[in-house]
């Protein structure tokens, strides 16, 4: 049985993030298409490209030129058609306080990036896996949340 | 106005088959667990127009053995977790291997190579999910919810919540209810909870 990939977007304006990403993304099991973006502005043009497909899973940074993470999660979560997407605010260490901010607004995980490689593939392995879940047991989307 | 509804999805799924064949004039009997026996000839057009039709409730007609015994293994412990009596004295893993009928070894090895966890990690998942919607009715103390969901302490289910989901019950229910007054004030839909959650599953 083969099972269908996961289309995955990531935004994220630093360009050594983004190859780790990459490399880290490639390793885990679960099958992926990778879109990568460098700010929130692409992000948001390619969210509303008729062309595009729908992700299963958009990874956020924090911290990106022109137009914010949060400021994308807000104006994500305001469209009726995105809903149910799963977003994964990934981001340098943050308190409690700012975390549960971001869940407040509609984000599904957060994810503290970490500093070395091994780290950072069994965390992405992790998201996937449990977002996978989610994607094919019919769970509910809207009690989604995960820190890590 | 803002209605919360409950709902029994096994209960909503089988209306909604039996509605259909009876529509396409099928005779059937519901085995349970999704199965459904079918005592005449269908023809194609018949079948394609079921599909059809339940496709639109998110039900997929399933020919493939394996997935069948996955999404069986599911069911199951779904229906474990969400009994109202609570879970079975018995072992779980000779109670799943049972009700399917298949060994837990080669249904442990199929659910794995399948669904990208273990049956182990998926039952966490599931009890973690029920203890959410639990926690959200906000109806039981969270040592009423360890109990219904055979947690040895309070202290187990915290620790399990907070190792599945990276943070406390109590952040969580915080996190939902900022969620929902934020949602109505923003004057939104509120969100489908009342839509039913289909079971979607992989056949492909």
Known sequence: MTNQPLNIVLAEDDEDDRLFFKEAIDQVKIKTILTIVNDGVEL?????????????????????????????????????????????????????????????????????????????????AEVLSINWQYHTSGLNKDHFVLSI | MKLYMKYDIHYAANVIIQEKLNELGIDHELGGLGEVEISNHVSETQLNKLTLALGKYGIEIVDNLKSTLVQKTKDVIREMIYKEEGLPTSKISSYIAERVNRSYGYLHNLFAENTYTSIGSFIILQKIERAKQLIIDDELTLTEISYKLSYSSVAHLSYQFKKTTGITPSAFQRIIKKRQSLESLNGKEPSKKAVLQSNKIDNS
């Open chain 1, 44 to 124: 948001m043009k390619y969210l509303y490209d008729p062309e595009t497909i729908r992700p299963h899973v958009i990874f956020l940074d924090l911290n990106m030129p022109k137009k914010g993470g949060i400021e994308c999660l807000e104006e994500i979560r305001a469209d009726k058609n995105y809903h149910d997407l799963t977003i994964a605010i990934y981001s340098t260490s943050a308190s409690d306080n700012d975390i549960e901010e971001t869940f407040v607004k509609g984000a599904n995980i957060y994810i503290r990036k970490p500093n070395d490689f091994k780290t950072l593939q069994k965390v992405i």
